[in-house]
């Protein structure tokens, strides 16, 4: 069933998602990616907060004026 | 040397990313936004180390990494005790984005070792590379690929998400299992 057999080279990358392969790994992969990748965007998909605009505007501030 | 705008984009364009990564291990909002800011401010204090025109997410997200491991020793915890302490704790801080999905993948990820957790979702969920993630936690490619691989097997079994072996390799019932297993209440 779950098995470890991923041979090195298959997996380019595996950038965003694993492209379906035609195996139970492959299977489980895609799903669990689905899923994780649901629960992940749940925050990233949220405008950034004004602590963090803030932050970078502070920060900003802090620059001296010559490079 | 000033901070490049490019840095300053680098860095914005960064941050709902790195808050779903730090709140993907520390699991709290507000705690996980302050890592972010410690993080934001250390890149910045640090900028000049950072080589334009390289990597800047993983470059973050390394920062974060460190970071976050950083108070978890000073604070004298085994990360797995304190991801213990946020899962059980699920049910006094429901997940502020409320699904039953986010609280099940939240309750599973906790119950992977932390090594495995953090190779899964830089790979799985970040969109990092192998070789970019092996960087970020600085071990080897085989290493992050074997922990992806352990992480995913567990997480499939905890959430519950057959392959084929139980229901045949039928590809009508394959695409079921999946979907189900994304609509699972």
Request: proline content about 4%.
């Given at each position: ?15 965003h ?20 990748r ?9 405008p ?20 | ?6 840095f300053?984009?680098?860095?914005l ?36 180390s ?52 986010m609280t ?15 190779a ?21 490619m ?44």
């Amino acid at each position: 069933m779950s098995n470890d057999k991923r041979r090195p080279g298959t997996t380019p990358g595996a950038k965003h998602s694993a492209q379906p392969k035609v195996n139970s790994a492959g299977t489980v992969e895609k799903a669990i990616g689905s899923r994780l990748r649901a629960y992940y965007d749940e925050v990233a998909k949220e405008p950034v907060p004004d602590r963090f605009l803030d932050l970078l505007k502070r920060l900003d501030r802090q620059e001296p004026d010559k490079g | 040397m000033n901070v490049s705008q490019e840095f300053r984009d680098g860095l914005l364009a960064a941050i709902p990313s790195l808050r779903a990564f730090a709140f993907s291990l520390i699991g709290r909002s507000d705690r996980a936004d302050d890592l972010v800011q410690e993080t934001l401010t250390k890149a910045w204090a640090h900028h000049s180390s950072f080589q334009a025109g390289t990597n800047l997410r993983a470059w973050l997200y390394t920062i974060l990494r460190n970071e976050f491991y950083s108070q978890m020793r000073k604070k004298g915890r085994e990360v797995e005790d304190v991801d213990g302490a946020y899962s059980r704790n699920l049910g006094v801080h429901p997940e502020q984005h409320g699904h039953v999905d986010m609280t099940d993948m939240r309750t599973a990820l906790n119950q992977l070792p932390a090594d495995q957790r953090e190779a899964l979702l830089l790979v799985a969920a970040s969109g990092f590379s192998y070789e970019e993630a092996a960087d970020i936690c600085q071990v080897a490619m085989g290493t992050i690929k074997s922990r992806v691989n352990r992480a995913r097997n567990r997480l499939a079994e905890i959430l519950k998400i057959e392959g084929e072996g139980d229901f045949g390799p039928d590809a009508t019932v394959e695409a079921v299992i999946s979907q189900s297993a994304g609509l699972r209440k």
